[in-house]
């Protein structure tokens, strides 16, 4: 959602959406980041920041946290005179309920106009149904439902896959604005996931039936494999 934002407030930049580790050596976010005057960017990590930003650069930090302990850690860590402020913390369980319509509350904190507010909402719909529904990283518990098996664990709510029509729904994120006007400026874009392929207007059905076929896990992970780590 933050770089779909992105990349609706600054058309004319070179706009980077970054997916890492904190600590990986193939996909980790290095400790000192730099951007050129003609970029921005989105860094997303599941275990850190980066601890310095190029001289009169800034950015925000936004984070997802599963209690209060967690959110006051983070404010005392990143307040707001720091490298990277604390702008935004979404509780877990608030993130798996609410899905695409936090977009909403976006348009406080950037500014969104009616326009753009609308572009964001009308891509993040559709995407956030392929998330959960299709690929590489869907929910365990459609992937279960896929393959007849009870789910390893269970992570929120059904997501109701069984109820859409994935060709209609992949199909109409190709259709969207966002996607239009600015998918050919970032593959992120384009994918459900770092990992998954371009979206095609079939890719989730085919993606989907390859994983059936195959009896894949979460990350193309071999079933057994998947299971006896989960």
């Not at 590489?136 to 439902?145: C, V």
């Not at 393959?147 to 992570?155: E, F, K």
């Amino acid at each position: 959602m933050l770089c779909v934002t992105l990349h609706l407030l600054k058309p004319t930049l070179n706009v980077e959406c970054k997916t890492g580790v904190a600590n990986s050596s193939t996909a980790g976010i290095p400790s000192t980041y730099t951007l050129s005057g003609s970029h921005a960017a989105v860094i997303k990590t599941h275990g850190g920041v980066p601890t310095h930003f190029g001289e009169h650069q800034s950015a925000w930090l936004f984070a997802t946290a599963s209690s209060e302990s967690d959110v006051q850690r983070l404010r005392l860590a990143h307040p707001a005179n720091s490298v990277f402020p604390l702008k935004y913390v979404q509780f877990m369980a608030e993130l798996s309920r609410r899905g695409h319509t936090l977009a909403a509350e976006y348009r406080s904190i950037f500014g969104l106009s009616d326009e753009q507010t609308s572009q964001l909402l009308a891509y993040m719909k559709p995407w956030d149904v392929l998330r959960q529904c299709c690929g590489k990283q869907m929910s365990e518990i459609y992937r279960a439902q896929l393959q007849h098996r009870t789910p390893s664990y269970v992570s929120g709510k059904d997501p109701g896959c069984s109820a859409h029509n994935l060709d209609e729904v992949e199909q109409q994120l190709l259709q969207t604005d966002v996607y239009r006007r600015h998918s050919h400026r970032s593959r992120t874009l384009r994918v459900v996931s770092s990992i998954d392929g371009e979206l095609n207007g079939t890719y989730c059905r085919s993606q989907n039936a390859r994983i059936v076929r195959l009896r894949l896990g979460q990350n193309d992970l071999a079933l057994d494999t998947f299971l006896a780590k989960g």
